[in-house]
């Protein structure tokens, strides 16, 4: 389960953070991330971490203004955002994955959505 909170309204130019509160069979989360969708669109990630590794990955859109990390004691993810501008505006999603090789599988669960507008 997952749990995300943090969104609101902000002008270009400033910050957000967004936070996921996840719990259930964590030692069983592969990858975890966030997502940004867009009236008409498909979800697209914005930031993501494979937990083996810890390599964070972020969406060119974003980089460098966009930050991912998570608090492993307190079960939590984040999205700290940054110089934010109006075509980040949309819903944000947490997502935590878990991936089975033999069969191949992968098993997405998602927060509940948080908005995000940013006004020019």
């Known amino acids: 389960q997952l749990q995300a909170s943090g969104g609101g309204l902000v002008q270009a130019g400033g910050s957000l953070r967004l936070s996921c509160v996840y719990s259930g069979n964590i030692f069983s989360i592969n990858a975890m991330g966030w997502y940004h969708q867009v009236p008409g669109k498909q979800r697209v990630m914005v930031a993501g971490?494979?937990?083996?590794?810890?390599?964070?990955h972020y969406a060119d859109s974003v980089e460098g203004r966009f930050s991912f990390s998570r608090d492993n004691a307190e079960n939590t993810m984040y999205l700290q955002m940054d110089s934010l501008k109006p075509e980040d505006s949309g819903i944000y999603y947490c997502?935590?994955?878990?991936?089975?090789?033999?069969?191949?599988?992968?098993?997405?669960?998602w927060g509940q959505g948080t908005q995000v507008t940013v006004s020019s």
């Open positions: 971490v494979a937990t083996k590794n810890g390599k964070i």
């Open positions: 997502n935590a994955k878990q991936i089975t090789i033999d069969p191949f599988n992968v098993a997405d669960y």
